[in-house]
């Protein structure tokens, strides 16, 4: 690693010494274009009220919009994004064979106390001149958000991070995700079994086998996201903390007898909350 402070060596003796050019270590990436910003900002906000629509739909939406976009272009950054077309029926399409795929666990499985059923998903948050991504983890029964995070980029880290934490504060019998590499990942799976915690995947592109989590990317983003314009990361994550813990401590859930998510996930008094 080039040490930039180290006074005894100057920069070119440094790159020197690990034989490397002195230009690259100039170098700084470049950031997104501001056209590639608002497209991908657009896409997510089809995907939240179109949950349905493919490639081709979203691309027909742009160009209703005045894009000049092909559905090439918009199929990678759907690809970028995370985020694929939900189909009211099982989807027929080949799985990627590299990694396991465990079966859902849950059809017609209804959670009667917390810490039976997690959800556990990846949202995309947009920024004015970006975007991040955040993970939660979700109790079914109660709604509660037992943990979540942001991350500049969809690596794997941010999410084993976030499940360590969540087991650190309870263990559930089984937690449901998507078929994504992060929730495919060794890692992941790994941790899972270390905790014996049963394993269950969403049916590609199945609609209705991770509904309590979708609802609440839909209130999320409703309700905050789309509100506000965040310009950082550290205001996004504010913002975004300050949103589940009012989501967690005191909005009522008509699913939940208008009860907060931790009076039903702690089994609290209400009034406790008051106190």
């Not at 009220?49 to 990678?76: D, M, W």
């Not at 917390?114 to 995309?124: A, H, K």
């Not at 994504?180 to 790994?190: E, K, N």
């Amino acid at each position: 690693m080039i040490d930039w402070d180290k006074k005894e060596l100057s920069i070119k003796a440094q790159a020197k010494l690990l034989s490397l050019n002195r230009s690259s270590l100039y170098y700084k990436p470049v950031g997104p274009s501001e056209d590639e910003v608002k497209l991908k900002h657009l896409i997510d906000r089809i995907h939240l009220e179109h949950p349905a629509f493919g490639s081709r739909k979203i691309t027909a939406c742009l160009r209703k919009k005045g894009y000049s976009v092909n559905r090439k272009r918009i199929q990678r950054y759907m690809r970028e994004m995370g985020i694929t077309a939900i189909y009211p029926g099982p989807n027929l399409s080949k799985r990627n064979q590299r990694h396991k795929v465990y079966p859902y666990l849950l059809r017609n499985v209804e959670p009667s106390a917390p810490n039976q059923v997690w959800g556990i998903d990846i949202t995309y948050i947009p920024l004015q001149r970006g975007w991040m991504y955040m993970v939660a983890v979700i109790d079914w029964y109660s709604r509660y958000i037992v943990d979540w995070e942001l991350s500049d980029s969809l690596y794997t880290g941010f999410v084993i991070d976030t499940v360590q934490r969540a087991l650190q504060k309870a263990k559930p019998d089984i937690i449901n995700s998507d078929q994504g590499c992060q929730f495919t990942s060794d890692a992941y799976i790994g941790l899972l079994k270390e905790n014996a915690v049963q394993i269950s995947m969403n049916g590609k592109g199945r609609a209705l086998d991770n509904i309590i989590t979708e609802r609440f990317w839909r209130t999320l983003k409703t309700e905050e996201v789309y509100m506000k314009e965040y310009i950082t990361p550290r205001q996004a994550r504010q913002e975004i903390a300050s949103f589940v813990d009012s989501y967690n401590n005191w909005r009522p859930h008509q699913s939940l007898g208008y009860h907060a998510p931790i009076e039903v996930y702690y089994e609290m008094e209400p009034q406790l909350l008051c106190a």
